[in-house]
């Protein structure tokens, strides 16, 4: 195939990947990017990571390499700006699987929003700021298959090769607009992203399904046991449990809860294939539903203080004014969980909000005082 520009090199050995993190530490500025299998396999993980500097496109296995720490101390060092677009999930990730932390990151995607910029993903903003017509027709790709395509290679590639290019313009935006300063307190905020959860099974997760299904306590049994079913399935098949049974299959089943596999071929919502290949599983977890004990619904989440709930919406009314003021999504004002934070605690001064998270210095000095108003005039019932 024609590529654009030059391939990006492909790193699997670790000697090779020594050799690339030891000339990476001599770059003020690396751009990062990772692909993984959640559509692919029971438990997610990094199956790419990809690297480019001003110069230069790198992709780095993780399934061949063995020891990828190294690239930890390239994302801990506040001496190279790391740049990615819409780094939260790229983060949540890496610290999942390699427990890695994060400086001086610059997110093109969080520049764009601050911005007030109003279509953010990155093929758009390429078209829009580079000129740049990005192949997004490998999304989906299975990332810890190998060999991987041609294509794949060159759609990874792409993901990082114009992310430079693409952080000189934001930074261009964000100076001329003044939103510099804010920004960079957004990116701080955005290291430090919990790591993503090893994925783990909820066994009452069948009741968020049911309930708005409307079924009865006899059927949400049976649909329980239908989940624990799927979920032995995936995990031995080691795909995700939606591509063995979706909800809606689960929920059709649980509705129907057959005695015979001769009954599977009525319930419209279960294709052929899947009924002959489980049919006799099937069965077995409807019968063990229908003979087991009835489920008990898992215990409700204390009620919000109603007060708290009043004034969190005082302050996200106030947010959403500003926002539109502005022109930017409410979340760049503050996020949910700053409000929530507010609401409960309700500061009286601009001190007492010093530790509420997402609230950094930039935000207490351009919203501290507003913030503190709606606190007032809640009080006074206005």
């Not at 001496?79 to 890695?100: G, S």
């Not at 989940?227 to 939606?242: G, K, N, T």
């Not at 005695?259 to 319930?267: F, P, Q, R, S």
């Not at 409700?300 to 005082?314: C, K, S």
Request: some cysteine; charged content about 30%; aromatic content about 8%.
């Amino acid at each position: 195939m024609q590529w654009p520009f030059p391939p990006a090199t492909y790193i699997e050995h670790d000697s090779d990947f020594q050799k690339l993190v030891k000339k990476l530490r001599q770059e003020p500025l690396i751009a990062i990017d990772t692909e993984s299998n959640s559509l692919h396999a029971y438990r997610e993980r990094v199956c790419l990571v990809q690297l480019s500097t001003r110069k230069a496109d790198y992709i780095v296995d993780p399934l061949r390499v063995a020891n990828l720490h190294l690239l930890g101390d390239l994302l801990a060092d506040p001496a190279i700006e790391k740049v990615f677009h819409a780094a939260e999930y790229d983060l949540m990730c890496l610290k999942r699987d390699y427990d890695f932390t994060i400086t001086n990151m610059f997110d093109t995607m969080i520049a764009a929003r601050i911005s007030g910029v109003k279509a953010v993903g990155l093929n758009r903003l390429l078209a829009d700021y580079c000129g740049v017509q990005m192949d997004k027709s490998h999304q989906r790709d299975d990332w810890g298959q190998r060999p991987l395509s041609e294509e794949g290679l060159l759609y990874a590639q792409m993901d990082t090769h114009y992310l430079p290019e693409l952080r000189d313009k934001m930074l261009v935006v964000l100076k001329e607009n003044g939103r510099l300063e804010e920004a960079r307190e957004m990116f701080v905020e955005g290291c430090q992203v919990p790591a993503a959860q090893v994925a783990s099974f909820d066994p009452n997760a069948y009741w968020r399904m049911g309930i708005p299904a409307d079924l009865n306590r006899r059927q949400m049994g049976v649909l329980r046991e239908l989940v624990l079913m799927r979920e032995q399935l995936a995990e031995e098949r080691d795909c995700p449990p939606f591509k063995v049974f979706t909800d809606k299959m689960l929920i059709a089943i649980a509705e129907a809860s057959p005695t015979h596999t001769n009954e599977l071929a009525k319930i419209h919502a279960l294709p052929t294939s899947l009924a002959k290949r489980y049919g006799r599983q099937v069965v077995s977890a409807v019968e063990k539903g229908r003979r087991g004990p009835l489920p008990r619904p898992p215990r409700r989440p204390p009620d919000v203080d109603p007060v708290v709930a009043e004034r969190f919406t005082a302050l996200r009314d106030w947010r959403r004014v500003r926002a539109e003021e502005r022109g930017v999504e409410s979340d760049i004002i503050l996020s949910r969980d700053a409000l929530w934070g507010l609401a409960i605690k309700a500061p009286n001064s601009l001190d007492e909000m010093q530790d509420i998270r997402g609230l950094g210095p930039w935000r207490l000095a351009a919203y501290g005082h507003e913030i503190l108003d709606v606190m007032r005039r809640f009080d006074a019932g206005e």
